[in-house]
């Protein structure tokens, strides 16, 4: 659960330097973008210098209201807390076009996933999106950023995550399958998202102003994702590198600019796993790479009052992988978000939004091919496995409350139909609230 102990030491401390240091002008003003406040304006001026830093707690908590495997209504809560500092470093240094970012991230709590689900058939996305990757402190970034030949040709180098540079859109789910970094969230054996980072190189071409191409390298280790292991650094025992590309088109149309984000990518990783249809007498007769691809768009549809801040926007997404080594060969989303949809409210949201997470038939036979070499028949032989088929699907509504700059409230209801895709499990209705808040 939530460590009260962490927060009761970490907010006062954060209180007493800003305190000490310079009161703030105006704390828990609206218009701030800290809930310290500006500290007499030293923050702005550090910011005009070239160096911003922020520290911002994300906590997520849900309830099972009904269905799931274990039906009696139960709440989990799960945290996140983030230690960020960019350094613009043509300001500071007079390095043209560079910037460098370090971020730490701890994460603390439970799941209500667990519950919802069968212990032996886990579910293919979460409830909780901030949980995960184990509880645990981590270096989630530490990289440096360049562009040359005016940004035309742009490389970052370091310690950085998968999904902040590939497969990126806008979303603000709690529902894991339907936020960032998408390839990631059906293939979480190869493709790492945030906060797990790895030792990376990132080469961008700036085609045109809104057209950009993107390859990337990045170290695979099992030791990234390991609890305790967040600020493990060593590239000893690497199990491969996975390289992903990318095309993005992020234009603005019409006469309102509306924004657009398009992305075509792939990905090979060299790290391999087991074929499925290969096993046999207790284990992988062959070994093979990974390998995937994925198409998304997010475009805003129409303005509101022709304000391009205000309107409505439509994802989809289509992530294909590997039929032989992944559990997973395909997921689908589909969402809807508009900002600003109440007069009064312009910076609130209202969000709905459908994944579906679709189970390799491989996959399914190698369980059944488990089961058969058990002799485990039904579901009373403690040997059994449950043998799950077709698709997980997800669903949720939000609202994004957004009270000021550095405070966000998004109660969500969320419907999880066969989870796992178990369909001997009942489907769960989840009510959730997400907090997010910038000190």
């Known amino acids: 659960m939530f460590r009260i102990k962490t927060i009761g030491w970490i907010l006062p401390g954060i209180m007493f330097i800003s305190t000490s240091a310079h009161a703030a002008v105006a704390p828990f003003a609206t218009d701030s973008p800290w809930m310290l406040g500006d500290w007499q304006g030293e923050r702005s001026k550090l910011q005009q210098q070239g160096i911003d830093f922020?520290?911002?707690?994300v906590m997520e908590s849900a309830s099972n209201f009904a269905g799931g495997a274990h039906s009696s209504t139960t709440a989990r809560y799960t945290d996140q807390w983030m230690f960020n500092t960019h350094l613009d470093l043509q300001k500071l240094?007079?390095?043209q076009d560079t910037d460098f970012q370090a971020t730490i991230t701890d994460?603390?709590?439970q799941n209500l996933s667990e519950q919802v689900a069968d212990s032996r058939t886990p579910m293919l996305s979460s409830v909780q999106e901030v949980y995960g990757r184990g509880q645990t402190w981590r270096l989630t970034q530490f990289w440096l950023r360049s562009g040359f030949a005016n940004n035309r040709?742009?490389?970052?180098?370091?310690?950085?995550?998968?999904?902040?540079?590939?497969?990126?859109?806008e979303t603000h789910f709690q529902n894991l399958a339907l936020g960032p970094g998408i390839p990631g969230k059906s293939r979480s054996d190869r493709w790492m998202n945030w906060p797990v980072s790895q030792w990376m190189g990132r080469l961008q071409l700036n085609l045109t102003p809104d057209v950009s191409f993107k390859i990337g390298l990045y170290n695979q280790n099992d030791n990234n994702d390991n609890r305790g292991s967040g600020f493990h650094l060593s590239v000893n025992h690497s199990d491969g590198n996975l390289v992903p590309v990318e095309i993005a088109w992020q234009p603005k149309l019409g006469t309102d600019s509306l924004p657009g984000n398009y992305r075509l990518g792939a990905y090979y990783s060299s790290a391999k796993g087991g074929v499925y249809h290969s096993w046999q007498h207790g284990e992988y007769g062959d070994n093979a790479h990974g390998y995937g691809g994925y198409a998304i768009v997010q475009q805003q549809l129409f303005s509101q009052h022709h304000d391009a801040h205000r309107g409505l926007t439509l994802t989809l997404s289509q992530v294909m992988h590997d039929k032989r080594?992944?559990?997973?060969?395909y997921t689908q989303t589909i969402a809807f978000s508009w900002k600003g949809l109440l007069y009064s409210r312009p910076e609130d949201e209202v969000g709905l939004g459908m994944a579906r997470l679709h189970v390799n038939s491989a996959y399914s036979r190698m369980i059944e091919q488990q089961n058969n070499e058990s002799g485990a028949a039904d579901a009373d032989d403690a040997t059994y496995l449950p043998v799950i088929r077709g698709s997980e699907y997800d669903y949720e509504l939000y609202y994004a409350f957004n009270y000021s700059q550095w405070l966000s409230l998004r109660p969500n209801l969320q419907y999880v139909s066969a989870p796992g895709a178990n369909s001997d499990v009942k489907g769960a209705l989840v009510a959730g609230l997400t907090a997010s808040v910038n000190f």
């Open 153 to 169: 040709v742009n490389l970052k180098i370091g310690r950085a995550t998968v999904g902040e540079d590939f497969g990126t859109i």
């Open 93 to 95: 240094l007079g390095w």
């Open 107 to 109: 994460r603390n709590g």
């Open 325 to 329: 080594t992944s559990k997973l060969d």
């Open 54 to 57: 922020n520290v911002n707690y």
